[in-house]
Nanobody, 125 residues
Framework: VQLQASGGGLVQAGGSLRLSCAAS????????MGWFRQAPGKEREFVAA????????YYADSVKGRFTISRDNAKNTGYLQMSSLKPEDTAVYYC???????????????????WGQGTLVTVSS
């Protein structure tokens, strides 16, 4: 699976953005999908994950209630809707995927096998 993240940009605090993650290959629909982010000088951190069937979603505490992860398997695309953005949300956002064996989600970088190239989100105060 190859992943391509897009939709980043510059937004004012309190604004919204929707990131997309386009996947190539027919196996996307069997993969757990996750979003991570990496701010300058910091480690990459988990943001959200969604199962292959959208039966569950998990969020980092820092984005819970503000971000929504979703996917459309017919379009081989995943999404991250971000609202009430804060300057501390500024980072490069990466989408990732791993085979879904029905064992739950992973919130670690090592838990994902496929990565997109990242899209920059900048939130101004």
């Amino acid at each position: 699976v190859q992943l391509q993240a897009s939709g980043g940009g510059l937004v004012q605090a309190g604004g919204s953005l929707r990131l997309s993650c386009a996947a190539s290959g027919r196996s996307f629909s069997t993969k757990t999908m996750g979003w991570f982010r990496q701010a300058p000088g910091k480690e990459r951190e988990f943001v959200a994950a969604i199962s292959w069937s959208s039966s569950w979603q998990y969020y980092a505490d820092s984005v819970k209630g503000r971000f929504t992860i979703s996917r459309d398997n017919a379009k081989n695309t995943g999404y991250l809707q971000m609202s009430s953005l804060k300057p501390e949300d500024t980072a490069v956002y990466y989408c990732a995927a791993t085979q879904d064996y029905g064992l739950g989600y992973s919130d670690t970088v090592r838990g994902y096998d496929y990565w997109g190239q990242g899209t920059l989100v900048t939130v101004s105060s």
